[in-house]
């Protein structure tokens, strides 16, 4: 009797103790590319270059934007058609805001891709709450270009719009969690800045090069810049310049105490 007591007692302590953590956890899937669902400790949702339809990464199975649910916020790192992707359609199917660099903004905002209402237009070290108290969003630098390729809907014509300067975002959950999406980039010395100011717990690196960072760069920015405990390597493989792999980034790495983590398409990933 005595035995079923203490086990009753100790199945009830851990549903109270563990229980409620396990429902708080940071889920990140991946589409491919630098496309992410971010589901924070909160259950807010938070998309990330949301390049789905047209990437030949994530499979089809997840294409039909309205089987992602809920979306509360959208951020977007740069103007290049791999990021901004379904940035317009998920922000009128969602009514979500959208936060972005505050001049590729008013390029959204006139063209009336993203209704005004809707956009966050912010700038580099001025975080900001979009969803509240819990969750901070702060822009970082990004060595990169950016800029607007749009076709206009009537004519088919494509015309280039400004894109502002390209950025990473630090995105700092609840818990205190800090997620650095790098967005495209290149390795920049500021990367220490990053790594020692904001300590990201996780950062979200390219490493397909020609357009970004190829793996060696990575790791010499995971090594001697960033020193983030855990890397998930994206922008890789989805198209034929991106040539860099994960094997190239850990080998790269060698010993360094980084935990490299790789996903595959449509995964999602808990922490
Ligand atoms: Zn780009």
């Given at each position: 009797m005595n035995t079923i007591k203490r086990l009753i007692t100790s199945v009830v302590l851990a549903v109270g103790v563990f229980g409620l953590g396990a429902a708080h956890a940071v889920e990140l899937q991946w589409f491919g590319q630098s496309a992410f669902k971010l589901t924070t400790p909160g259950g807010k949702v938070i998309m990330i270059?949301?390049?789905?339809?047209?990437?030949?990464?994530?499979p089809e199975a997840l294409k039909?934007?309205?089987?992602?649910?809920?979306?509360?916020l959208i951020v977007v790192t740069h103007g290049h058609g791999d990021h901004v992707g379904d940035t317009a359609k998920l922000a009128e199917m969602s009514g979500a805001k959208v936060a972005m660099n505050a001049d590729m903004g008013h390029t959204f905002g006139t063209l009336g891709l993203v209704p005004y209402k809707q956009l966050v237009r912010f700038n580099k070290s001025?975080?900001?709450k979009p969803l509240g108290d819990g969750i901070t969003i702060t822009m970082v630098r990004a060595e990169h270009s950016s800029e607007l390729l749009h076709a206009?809907?009537?004519?088919g014509k494509k015309t280039l719009y400004p894109g502002g300067e390209p950025a990473g975002y630090i995105i700092e959950l609840e818990n205190g969690y800090k997620i650095y999406h790098a967005g495209d980039t290149g390795v920049f010395a500021d990367m220490a800045f990053i790594g020692s100011y904001?300590?990201?717990?996780?950062a979200l690196l390219?490493?397909?090069?020609?357009f970004t960072m190829d793996p060696a760069h990575a790791a010499y920015a995971v090594k001697n810049?960033?020193?983030?405990k855990t890397v998930i390597p994206i922008?890789?493989?989805?198209?034929?310049?991106?040539?860099?792999t994960p094997e190239q980034f850990k080998t790269a790495l060698g010993d360094f105490p980084t935990k490299v983590i790789v996903m595959q398409p449509g995964d999602a990933q808990k922490f």
């Open positions: 270059d949301p390049f789905i339809t047209k990437n030949p990464k994530t039909d934007l309205s089987k992602l649910g809920k979306i509360d001025g975080p900001i206009d809907p009537a004519t904001y300590q990201p717990d996780l390219p490493i397909g090069g020609h810049l960033l020193k983030t922008h890789y493989g989805t198209f034929p310049p991106l040539k860099g």
